[in-house]
């Protein structure tokens, strides 16, 4: 949520800032709102301070006219006070009606970009930082995910549509094992090597844990609400870990002389994807229910750019050890989330799809996320607490993962071969194929 401050003092900003990201309608809209409750606000405080003032006045001649026994001069005066009350009444209803829709509009509008973003209105404007790695050159034509993991009997849509209609996936035998394999890879880069703390967190959040993070009221359509309550509020599945997660400080006051604090989390994820009907029905690219491992840090404000370019590190350190080529895109002004000032997304080579896909996203939010979900920090002399930076990116999106591993290591027999660092965590599986054929590697995981 952004600052009340900054909208009172600096309304170009905001609307410098909603031109960079396309003047969508439904932004200039809350702006138009916020603007029109502000003038009232200020209009209302005005007439206010006229009315208590004049109530002042009144009370302090009711006393003496009172005292000396000039009732019947008093009773005007006494009823006029009478007045000012009820309509000071009837102002306060109309202040608080008129905070609520603040509320709403503060809430619509998006974060302020950084102003290293380069403006653009769609991911054609995204600019290319760095690559890594080079696309191996296959001496046969390339096949998708889908086709391989279904000549390969690891992947099953056919059944999971049977158990759920579209955009679910089964996984089967060295297909199950490699995701898991995956995710345990993540979490031990993570945690052992980068130092993040690990959490299992609840996978069933209330609507004020999703409106800490942004993603509501924007984003319901996108989510997947419950029948049942949680805290007496509606219960939505959560689209990622960020969202309990970095709730797990709201209305708390960090030490700020311990940050960054650092999490990570393995989670399922449900998206409703509304919007999307026609993109990516089928294969593991988009999907209702998939998994992923999310990294997320509290910074302090003068480090939270740094912060961005060492969670991104962390990302594609893993990329690399998988030995997965990538390339790292700054998002535009027209590309870049409602929450996030800055986001950079990683994209892996599909040599099935003959093109870059998007892996994993990482964002600093600056004090965005922070504010919604009051999380602060006070410095160590004691000083008055401000509010944290907050940032997190996916380390990685494991169904992706699986996708690039599979299309990446294939071979012109059908069969794919398991990259070297995920081994240990195979039972020294080197190769998947129809007949399953295994070699064993002795030893327990280690983190390359």
Same mark, same amino acid.
């Given at each position: 949520?952004l @600052?009340?401050? !900054?909208?009172?003092?600096?309304? @170009? ?17 809350? +702006? ?33 006219l ?11 005066? $006494? ?8 309509s ?44 890594w790695?080079?696309?191996? $050159? ?32 089964v996984?089967?035998? =060295? ?6 394999? !995956? ?38 359509? @996108? ?37 960054p604090? @650092?999490?990570? =989390? ?18 593991l ?11 997320v ?48 997304? +990683?994209?892996?080579? +599909? ?45 990685? =999106?494991?169904?992706?993962? +699986? ?10 027999d ?27 590697? $002795? ?6």
């Amino acid at each position: 949520m952004l @600052d009340r401050q !900054l909208v009172t003092d600096h309304i @170009d900003v905001l609307r410098e800032n909603l031109r960079k990201r396309g003047n969508k309608p439904e932004m200039i809209a809350s +702006l138009d709102l916020l603007l029109a409750v502000l003038t009232r606000r200020r209009e209302l405080q005005t007439e206010t301070d006229h009315l208590r003032a004049e109530r002042n006045t009144l009370s302090k001649q009711i006393g003496p006219l009172m005292k000396a026994g000039q009732q019947a001069e008093a009773e005007p005066l $006494k009823a006029r006070v009478h007045e000012i009350a009820e309509s000071l009444g009837i102002q306060d209803a109309e202040r608080k009606e008129l905070e609520e829709r603040e509320v709403i509009a503060l809430m619509s509008l998006p974060n302020v970009l950084d102003p290293r973003v380069p403006e653009g209105a769609d991911e054609s404007a995204n600019v290319e930082l760095r690559r890594w790695g080079t696309p191996r $050159k296959l001496d046969f034509e390339p096949k998708d995910h889908i086709a391989l993991g279904e000549a390969l009997g690891i992947l099953d849509f056919e059944r999971a549509v049977k158990l759920s209609g579209a955009r679910f996936p089964v996984y089967r035998g =060295a297909g199950a094992a490699l995701e898991r394999g !995956l995710i345990n890879f993540f979490l031990d880069r993570a945690t052992r090597l980068n130092g993040y703390t690990e959490l299992m967190v609840p996978y069933i959040v209330s609507r004020t844990t999703m409106t800490g993070t942004g993603q509501l009221p924007k984003f319901e359509e @996108d989510l997947f609400r419950l029948s049942a309550q949680v805290n007496g509020e509606d219960a939505f599945l959560i689209p990622t870990a960020e969202v309990p997660v970095t709730n797990l400080h709201r209305d708390e006051i960090l030490d700020e002389a311990a940050l960054p604090v @650092d999490y990570c =989390a393995f989670t399922p994820c449900f998206r409703s994807e509304a919007g999307s009907y026609g993109k990516d029905v089928r294969g593991l690219t988009r999907q209702h229910q998939f998994h992923k491992v999310e990294l997320v840090q509290f910074t302090s404000p003068e480090t939270s750019a740094a912060g961005l370019e060492e969670l991104t590190g962390h990302a594609e350190a893993i990329l690399q050890g998988l030995e997965l080529p990538y390339r790292v895109m700054e998002l535009c002004s027209g590309d870049t989330g409602f929450s996030a000032a800055r986001t950079y997304d +990683l994209e892996v080579w +599909l040599p099935g799809q003959d093109r870059y896909r998007e892996i994993s996203s990482c964002s600093v939010f600056n004090d965005f996320q922070a504010r919604r979900a009051r999380i602060r920090c006070r410095p160590a002399d004691g000083g008055k607490a401000r509010l944290v930076h907050t940032l997190n990116g996916s380390g990685l =999106a494991v169904g992706r993962t +699986l996708v690039a591993v599979l299309e990446n290591y294939q071979r012109a027999d059908g069969s794919v071969t398991v990259p070297v660092a995920l081994r240990p965590y195979q039972g020294g599986l080197e190769r998947i194929d129809r007949n399953m054929s295994m070699t064993a590697t $002795k030893g327990p995981p280690t983190v390359g």
